[in-house]
């Protein structure tokens, strides 16, 4: 019995933006060892690391796959939910985790630009 085994998310889909690396992939794999197929959107996306992240994520025995995506860019978020819908066919889970600044602020000092 896997540590989330409470947690039942099979036949869930999610997206976990950044999600080939750091906490996004942590978060991608926690959701995947509870059930959900996994989309990785992520601007590492089309480098050995995010293949290897689906792989990652694909061992749990869910769907998983990568695409190019920068969130601070509208047409590649909107790409990702198209995408997203048509491998699953529906979303459930949508974890915000992509983002970086070089500003030290807090996130409701910050600008959309950022």
Sequence with gaps: ??????????????????????????????????????ALPDVIANTPKGAEAVAKVKA?????????????KEPDVQACFDAALKEFGRLDILVNNAGISGD???????????
Excluded: H, W
Aim: glycine share 12%; proline share 2%; hydrophobic share 45%.
């Design 60 to 72: 749990y025995g869910v769907k998983s796959f990568t695409m190019q995506c920068d969130v601070s």
């Design 104 to 114: 030290n602020k807090r996130i409701a000092d910050m600008s959309p630009e950022n």
């Design 1 to 38: 019995m896997g540590k989330l085994a409470m947690f039942d998310l099979a036949g869930k889909a999610a997206i976990v933006t950044g999600g080939c690396s750091g906490l996004g992939l942590v978060f991608a794999e926690a959701l995947a060892e509870a059930g959900a197929d996994v």
